[in-house]
C-alpha cells in the first residue's frame, strides 16, 4: 500500500458540557490547529473527511453546517460518515491510496451533553426487539463485565486496577476530563454504580472535537521531521444482538488486528478505545499485547470520551507518541455499538 | 498504488413504495441487497465488505442502523461501512464502496442504500433551521422553489418546463416496474391543475415520499471479467467524483452550484468525455422537482447555461431524444432520499448493461449518473460504460 502518515493531530479539550459554544465554534479550533501545525490551510488538503452523528447534534444534516468550519470555497472533495472520525480517517487512508491525491483533512465531534447518553445510544438498538426496553448502554456493558467475571476472565480487582492507572495517566494528559490518583482499593471500597461497574468503571460523558491531517509519501517527509506512518488498518463489525457473540471476547478486533499486522512487529503504546474498564481487559487479549506494552499512556477513554472522536484521538494520540520519538510502533484502536460491537485497529509506526 | 478497475456486477432494488409495511427496515435492504447478489451469481458469503449508506437517521428513528442492521447484511466479520452526506448520500456510498476496489483492498464490495420513510413524516424533518434564516420554509420544495423562480427569471424559459419534466419522468416511471409512482392517466392538464404547492412547484412537479432501497454488487477486473465471459455485461466505473459547498457563503450561486459544475468537469475528464451531450448516450439524474432537469443540464455542460430548458421542450431529453434523461422515471416517480442517489448510478449501470427493460435506451455504451443533496451543495457523480477503460 501507498505510505501514508499522520502528520497533524489536535483535540480541544475534553469537557462534560461545552455550553457556550454551538458544534460548529467547538470544532474550528481543533481543525484549524491540527491544519496550522504543519502550516496548511484548507487549500492545502486534498481530499476531507468527517464523521458525526445527527442523534447526538439533535438535528437531521447536523454535519451540513460544521463542514462550514473548514471553510471549504471553492467547492473541496469531501465526504462524511455516521461513524467515529476513525472510520473517517480510514476513508481518507482509502482515498489516498487511490495515489491522485496526497493530503487529507479529517474531523469529527461531538457533544453528548444536551441528552441523556446511555439513553439516546438506546436508539442504536435494534427497533423491535431491543429498542423498546431502553437498555442504557452502561447496564449493557455491566452484563459484559458480568459475562467476563462469569467466565473467570478476570477480576473485578483487574478492573479497578485499569480505572486507577488510567485516570493516574490521564495526569499527565492537559486534554483530559477526569485526572486523579486514587488507588485501587479506594476505588474498590466505592458501591456498584450498576453492578458489577462502579462509576469508576465507566466513561465519562464529554463533548470536544478532534481533527488529524494525513499526507502521503514525500509530503509527509517535508511536513514533519517524523510522520507516523499507517503500516495496517482494518475495521470488522460482529451482530448487534449480543445473545448472538461471545461477549468475554471481542472477535471482530481479532480479525482487524491480524488484517492490520499488529503482531508483525514489536508494540510500543497501544491507545484503545474502551469505554468501559473491562474491555480494556477484552481488547488487549484480542490484540494479543504482552504486559510490557504501554496501554492508554492518554487516560483513555475513562478519562476522556468524546463519542464519535474518541477513535480518532486514540489514533492522534500514538501518531503523537511515533512523532515526539517516544515511541517507535503503536496500535490505535477504536469501537462502534454496544458492548465492542465494531471495531477498527491501526497500526502506526515511525522511521527507523 | 494506483486505481484499480472496478465494474457494477449486480445490481438491486426493492419494488418502491409510500410504505413498506410487508417489511422491517432488515428486510427491505435485504430484499434489495439478495436481488444484487443474485443479479451477480453470488451468495452473502463472496461479499468481502458491506458499505452502507442512508440520509438522516431521524427519519427511521433508529441512530446508525447500521449496527442492527449488520447481521441482516451478512456482514458478520466483514467490514460495514456507514456513508451520510445528506441527499447525495446513495451516489457517494457507491463512490466510497467502488474506491475499496480501486484501492486493491478487496475483490467484491456490496453497497447498500436505504431509506424507510413511512417511519416519520420526511417533510417536516427536511424543513431544517437555517441559520440567520426566518424560519418560513416547509420541506424541501419551500428550500428550492426560491432557486427554480430565479432559474426561470435568469433563463427566460417559459412557465411550462417544469410540467413537460413531470409529464416525461411520470410516463418514463410507467416502464419502470419498481417505480413508486405509476400514474397512467397523467396528462400535461392534469399536471398543470395540479395543487400549487410551492411556487412555482405544483404537486404533480414533486418527488414522492417511498420506502425503498438498492443495492449494487462492485467487482475487481477480474471478477467483472469473468462476469463479462459468462455473458453478464458488467457496467464499468469510467469516473467517480465528488464536490461539496459550504451551507453559508457569499459566492455561492444555488442555480448554477459551482460544486456541480467542478464535479462534472471532474468526472468527464476521468472517463475522457470532452463534448457531454455527443459522448454521452443517456443520463440519470437527481431531479427531486421538475425545474431540476434543465437547472442540472446546465450545471452537467449538457447545455450552456441559460439554454437547458430548450433541450426540455425540444424532447431532447425524452426516451428516443438524443440525451435521455431520467430514463427509470427518476426521483419524481421514486423516492427513497437515502437511496436516490444510488438508484441513479443503478440506472446508469442498467443502461450501460443492456438490462434496462422498457425503459432500455437502444446502445447505450456510455451513461452518467447524478446525486446531489443539501442545499445544492453536495455532488455525486460517476461515469459508466460498457466497454472497458
Known amino acids: 500500500m501507498r505510505d501514508i502518515a499522520v502528520i497533524s493531530f489536535a483535540q480541544t479539550p475534553a469537557r462534560r458540557k461545552v455550553a457556550e459554544l454551538n458544534e460548529v465554534e467547538m470544532l474550528m479550533p481543533a481543525v484549524h490547529t491540527a491544519l496550522g501545525q504543519v502550516d496548511m490551510t484548507i487549500d492545502d488538503i486534498g481530499f476531507t473527511c468527517s464523521g458525526s452523528t445527527d442523534y447526538l447534534a439533535g438535528v437531521g444534516f447536523s454535519f451540513v453546517s460544521t463542514l462550514d468550519s473548514v471553510g471549504p470555497w471553492p467547492p473541496i472533495q469531501e465526504s462524511h460518515v455516521e461513524m467515529d472520525g476513525a472510520w473517517a480517517l480510514y476513508e481518507a487512508w482509502v482515498k489516498l491510496q487511490l495515489g491522485e491525491l496526497d493530503t487529507a483533512l479529517v474531523y469529527c465531534y461531538s457533544k453528548s451533553s444536551p441528552g441523556d447518553l446511555p439513553m439516546v445510544l438506546t436508539r442504536q438498538l435494534d427497533p423491535i426487539l431491543t429498542g423498546p426496553l431502553w437498555p442504557d448502554s452502561v447496564s449493557l456493558a455491566a452484563v459484559q463485565a458480568q459475562a467476563w467475571l462469569d467466565a473467570e476472565k478476570g477480576t473485578e480487582e483487574d478492573m479497578a486496577a485499569v480505572a486507577a492507572r488510567s485516570r493516574r495517566s490521564a495526569l499527565d494528559n492537559p486534554n483530559a476530563q477526569l485526572a486523579w490518583d486514587r488507588s485501587v482499593e479506594d476505588h474498590l471500597a466505592d458501591g456498584y454504580h450498576i453492578a458489577p461497574l462502579r462509576k469508576g468503571d465507566c466513561p465519562p460523558i464529554t463533548d470536544g472535537a478532534a481533527a488529524i491531517v494525513l499526507a502521503a509519501g514525500d509530503v509527509a517527509r517535508d511536513k514533519v521531521e517524523r510522520p507516523a506512518w499507517i503500516r495496517g488498518i482494518d475495521h470488522r463489525i460482529e451482530p448487534i444482538h449480543l445473545g448472538l457473540r461471545d461477549l468475554t471476547v471481542s472477535a471482530s478486533t481479532r480479525i482487524a488486528a491480524s488484517k492490520a499486522g499488529v503482531a508483525d512487529g514489536p508494540v510500543d503504546v497501544a491507545e484503545l478505545h474502551a469505554p468501559f474498564s473491562h474491555q480494556e481487559l477484552i481488547l488487549r487479549e484480542a490484540l494479543d499485547l504482552g504486559d510490557d506494552v ?19 484521538i486514540r489514533i492522534g494520540e500514538v501518531a503523537n507518541r511515533i512523532t515526539a520519538g517516544e515511541a517507535n510502533r503503536g496500535v490505535a484502536h477504536a469501537t462502534s455499538g454496544p458492548c465492542l460491537q465494531q471495531n477498527l485497529v491501526t497500526v502506526l509506526e515511525g522511521d527507523a | 498504488m494506483g486505481k484499480d478497475r472496478v465494474a457494477v456486477v449486480g445490481i438491486g432494488q426493492t419494488k418502491h413504495q409510500a410504505t413498506r409495511g410487508d417489511v422491517s427496515m432488515a428486510g427491505l435492504v435485504r430484499e434489495a441487497a439478495s436481488r444484487a447478489l443474485a443479479d451477480a451469481q453470488m451468495t452473502w458469503a463472496d461479499v468481502d465488505a458491506v458499505v452502507i449508506g442512508k440520509a438522516p437517521d431521524f427519519f427511521e428513528g433508529v441512530m446508525m442502523p447500521e449496527l442492527f442492521l449488520a ?4 456482514a458478520t466479520g466483514k467490514p460495514l461501512f456507514r456513508v451520510h452526506t445528506a441527499g447525495s448520500v446513495g451516489g457517494s456510498t457507491a463512490i466510497v464502496a467502488s474506491q475499496l476496489i480501486q484501492a486493491g483492498i478487496h475483490e467484491r464490495v456490496l453497497t447498500v442504500a436505504f431509506e424507510k420513510q413511512s417511519e416519520s ?35 427566460g424559459s417559459p412557465d411550462h418546463v417544469g410540467m413537460l419534466v413531470a409529464l416525461k419522468d411520470r410516463q418514463n416511471g410507467l416502464k419502470n416496474p419498481y417505480a413508486h409512482l405509476h400514474e397512467p392517466d397523467i396528462t400535461f392538464d392534469s399536471i398543470k391543475d395540479s395543487m400549487m404547492l410551492w411556487d412555482p412547484i405544483r404537486y404533480a412537479e414533486t418527488c414522492p415520499s417511498s420506502d425503498g432501497a438498492c443495492a449494487l454488487v462492485l467487482g475487481s477486473e477480474k471478477v ?40 462534472a468537469a471532474d468526472v468527464y475528464k476521468q472517463a475522457g468525455i470532452t463534448n457531454p451531450r455527443k459522448d454521452v448516450d443517456c443520463v440519470e439524474m437527481y431531479v427531486p422537482f421538475s425545474w431540476f432537469e434543465p437547472m442540472w443540464l446546465e450545471n452537467l455542460g449538457f447545455a450552456e447555461p441559460g439554454d437547458g430548458w430548450k433541450m426540455t421542450e425540444e424532447g431532447a431529453t425524452a426516451l428516443d431524444g438524443d440525451l435521455p434523461v431520467n430514463m427509470s422515471g427518476g426521483v419524481l416517480c421514486t423516492n427513497p432520499i437515502g437511496a436516490s442517489g444510488m438508484l441513479r448510478f443503478a440506472e446508469a449501470a442498467m443502461q ?21 443533496g443539501g442545499g445544492s451543495q453536495f455532488f455525486a457523480m460517476w461515469v459508466v460504460g460498457a466497454d472497458k477503460p
Open chain 2, 224 to 263: 467483472a471479467e469473468a462476469a463479462a465471459a459468462e455473458g453478464r455485461q458488467p457496467a464499468w466505473i469510467k469516473g467517480t467524483a465528488m464536490r461539496s459547498e459550504p451551507t453559508l457563503s457569499a459566492e455561492r450561486d444555488t442555480v448554477l452550484p459551482l460544486g456541480g459544475a467542478l464535479c
Open chain 2, 121 to 155: 413524516e420526511a417533510m417536516w424533518a427536511l424543513s431544517l433551521p437555517i441559520p440567520f434564516t426566518p424560519p418560513l420554509h416547509a420541506g424541501a420544495g419551500g428550500y428550492f422553489a426560491p432557486h427554480i423562480r430565479s432559474y426561470i427569471r435568469r433563463s
Open chain 2, 71 to 74: 447481521d441482516a447484511l451478512g
Open chain 1, 294 to 312: 504501554s496501554v492508554n499512556p492518554s487516560g483513555g477513554a475513562l478519562a476522556a470520551n468524546v463519542m464519535m472522536a474518541a477513535g480518532l
Open chain 2, 352 to 372: 450501460v448493461r443492456g438490462t434496462a427493460g422498457d425503459h432500455q435506451v437502444d446502445g447505450a455504451r456510455t451513461a452518467v449518473g447524478h446525486a446531489y
